[in-house]
């Protein structure tokens, strides 16, 4: 943009730069005195950043759609590498950074500029800009490169609307909950819904819950949202969404519930399995699906979902790709309006397996809590037990549906391309722009090999999902 300096998104000095707004605001003769923050996607990850370092002005925070934690949810899935950040900055920031000038576009309403008078050697501009890519591959664990682009929830203490977005897979949905869940804040709601990325930020359902946020915390109005549930959720069904109101996350009165991986049978059991078997499949092929029995009544699964499997592998690694799906009765596949791909499943997860450490303090039976900060490699051939955790996910399953666990060793890919956004480098198949495609970080010698999926006997793989009674 027109904003000289060094372009490295999410860095200390950016987050301190935001502090600094904060505080120069509210001292303005104009102003209240109390700073609010409201933003979308960027706009909400810097929030969480910003509210961390406790600027004394500010009031109130509603990151709408916003990730969290620089390595779970936004650089490395499960410890595996994500495409997003090189889409993200060759399409999104690189096209508008500073001192492109003549080079760059042209506003139209003014005529200047959009990226400043000076016009930089391609060589000058590399040097203005981190290299999220290379950052990330040199940073292969959860070290302080990545603790200081995420926020220290403990010091989160700010009132703040949290607003998620069940399409968010891959990117955003996940902040929002574990900043609702984590952070210290004594006075925190958390909102649900669906539809496209920025839609319900500019929606009447969404302004209304904006202002009236605000207008309690920054105009001090008794406007009756300090009783409003802690809760708010746009419950999804096939052919729309109901609102609901919930007083924690997840809800109390889930019904933990597991079903049975029975690889043999290419099926998901509501008893358990008493014979072992197994299914073999190769890393990069379409993996292995397992479906469940048709549903005897109508279903709501909303909730934080979860894989306990048994694995082995051929080689000394693997990446484990996980994907809830839902088939209507005549066998075809119900998907979603994602964030960004229209065309999404229900909840995915990742897990490289030599990252499979858990930290005891910070998992749940619900959501598995990778401690990201040692590779253990395996032993070709043997058998070891994995916990995955897949994103929230919401979805009301009439009788007749079916649900579906798919494991593969790579991305769930549709074999049709959805029309996407010119502002995305790869085509939208289901996952949207959040592949795993980096030859440097997955190569084939190291994850490319044969996985084996055992179930039944004793080693019990399972999906467990968040089914909410009627």
């Given amino acids: 943009g027109r904003s000289p300096g060094r372009v490295d998104p999410f860095s200390p000095r950016e987050t301190r730069d935001l ?67 090189g889409n993200w900055m060759s399409k999104q920031v690189v096209t508008v950074q500073h001192g492109l000038g003549e080079r760059g576009p042209v506003d139209p309403n003014t005529g200047e500029l959009v990226c400043g008078p000076e016009t930089l050697r391609d060589d000058e501009l590399a040097c203005n800009r981190s290299d999220m890519v290379a950052d990330a591959l040199a940073h292969p664990f959860d070290d302080e490169f990545y603790r200081q682009r995420s926020p220290d929830w ?76 802690s809760v708010l959720l ?42 072992e078997s197994t299914s073999v499949y190769g890393a990069f092929s379409d993996g292995v699906t397992l479906v469940s029995p048709p549903l005897d009544e109508e279903t709501e699964i909303t909730g934080p979902v979860a894989a306990g499997l048994y694995i ?57 809590y990778h401690t990201h900060d040692i590779a253990e490699p395996l032993t070709p051939g043997e058998v070891y037990a994995l916990q995955v955790e897949l994103w929230p996910t919401c979805i009301v399953l009439p009788a007749g549906y079916r649900v579906a666990l798919t494991l593969q060793g790579k991305d769930f890919e549709r074999a049709t391309a959805a029309v996407q956004p010119a502002s995305f480098v790869n085509p939208f198949r289901g996952s949207g722009p959040f592949t795993h495609t980096n030859q440097q970080d997955r190569p084939a010698a190291i994850v490319g090999g044969t996985q084996t999926l055992y179930g039944g006997g004793v080693h019990p793989s399972y999906l467990l999902l968040p089914v909410i009674p009627a």
């Fill in 312 to 368: 082995s592998s051929s080689t000394t690694d693997t990446d484990l790709f996980v994907t809830l799906r839902a088939f209507a009765p005549d066998g075809s596949e119900v998907d979603f309006q994602g964030a960004l791909d229209p065309h999404t499943p229900l909840a995915q997860g990742w897990l490289r397996a030599s990252h499979r450490r858990l930290d005891a303090s910070l998992s749940a039976p619900y959501r598995p």
């Fill in 154 to 229: 403990s010091k989160v203490i700010v009132p703040m609307l949290s607003a998620g977005n069940w399409g968010g897979q891959g990117l955003h949905l996940r902040g929002n909950v574990e900043g609702f869940v984590r952070a210290a804040s004594a006075h925190k709601w958390l909102e649900i819904h669906g539809l496209e990325h920025w839609t319900h930020f500019y929606t009447r359902y969404g302004v209304s819950l904006q202002k009236r946020f605000f207008d309690c915390y920054l105009k001090g109005m008794n406007n009756g949202w300090e009783r409003t549930s």
């Fill in 234 to 275: 746009q419950i999804r069904h096939l052919d729309g969404f109901v609102e609901r109101s919930e007083d924690e996350w997840p809800l109390a009165r889930t019904r933990w519930t597991k079903l049975h991986l029975d690889p043999a049978r290419r099926s998901l059991a509501w008893e358990s399995v008493a014979s």
């Fill in 19 to 85: 502090y600094e707004c904060i505080e120069w605001a509210a001292v303005q003769p104009w102003s209240s005195g109390k700073v609010g923050l409201l933003g979308i996607s960027y706009y909400a990850i810097n929030q969480w950043l910003v509210a961390s370092l406790q600027p004394p002005h500010l009031t109130a925070i509603c990151p709408w759609e916003g990730a969290a934690d620089f390595y779970r949810d936004m650089s490395r899935h499960g410890g595996i590498l994500s495409d997003f950040w």
